[in-house]
């Protein structure tokens, strides 16, 4: 079974994205609905400076959001790239393509050769 490993889920809200991350950190998000108690992800995302910022972007496009802090701009992207895969990728969620890497990082996906 995949799992996320991300605090929530939330409100997608300003307040509320302002009430959980309380840390200008890099880190990961997966957006999506309620279906009962169970959190459907459609969409997966990260940041490699400042999860908060990048998931107010996302306000009034889902109803809730999920997230973690990451350890590294690297790590996020990993994370993202897993939870990319294992959510279905194009096919399940609402990512249009596969997750980006920083331009002249060399940072390979996990997961899939996209990127040899």
Not at 102 to 105: D, G, L
């Given at each position: 079974?995949?799992?996320?490993?991300?605090?929530?889920?939330?409100?997608?809200?300003?307040?509320?994205?302002?009430?959980?991350?309380?840390k200008t950190e890099a880190g990961n998000y997966a957006l999506g609905k309620m279906d009962g108690t169970k959190f459907i992800v459609q969409y997966?995302?990260?940041?490699?400076?400042?999860?908060?910022?990048?998931?107010?972007?996302?306000?009034?496009?889902y109803p809730k959001f999920k997230f973690s802090y990451a350890t590294?701009?690297?790590?996020?992207?990993?994370?993202?790239?897993?939870?990319?895969?294992?959510?279905g990728g194009v096919e399940s969620l609402d990512n249009k393509i596969h997750p980006d890497r920083?331009?002249?990082?060399g940072w390979k996906c996990p997961v899939c050769n996209i990127f040899n």
């Open positions: 079974m995949a799992s996320l490993d991300m605090n929530g889920p939330f409100d997608l809200s300003v307040a509320e994205i302002g009430r959980q991350i309380t997966v995302g990260r940041s490699d400076s400042d999860v908060a910022t990048r998931l107010k972007q996302h306000v009034g496009k590294s701009p690297k790590a996020a992207f990993e994370k993202e790239c897993k939870n990319f895969h294992d959510f920083p331009a002249n990082s």
